[in-house]
Nanobody
């Protein structure tokens, strides 16, 4: 059974930094894609960043240049380094993993970690 567990959220002042971590367990193979989504109150969940097993990355325009996603395939960990945080980055951040073993695609979510950017 695959489980994703996030850590590293918290309260930070505008301009500050945080590093989120996600530990994935229960899979014998590396996930095809790992990433981070976020959901602010009253808004839809949105993609923040994702990284493929080969290292290619995608970022939301709102976080480009401020957030960096990385992963360790050997340990099935994914990280999100966030700098220059803004109040609008406040949200619950969810770890996501997708495993494609043709013809089956499986997706998994963590329970979420709160990030609050406020003075």
């Amino acid at each position: 059974q695959v489980q994703l567990v996030e850590s590293g959220g918290g309260l930070v002042q505008p301009g500050g930094s945080l590093r989120l971590s996600c530990a994935a367990s229960g899979s014998r193979v590396s996930f095809t894609t790992m990433g981070w989504y976020r959901q602010a109150p009253g808004k839809q969940r949105e993609l923040v960043a994702r990284i493929l097993s080969g290292g290619n990355t995608n970022y939301a325009d709102s976080v480009k240049g401020r957030f960096t996603i990385s992963r360790d395939n050997g340990s099935n960990m994914v990280y999100l380094q966030m700098i220059s945080l803004k109040p609008e980055d406040t949200a619950v951040y969810y770890c996501h993993a997708r495993l494609v073993l043709y013809p089956v695609t499986s997706e998994y979510w963590g329970q979420g970690t709160q990030v609050t950017v406020s003075s």
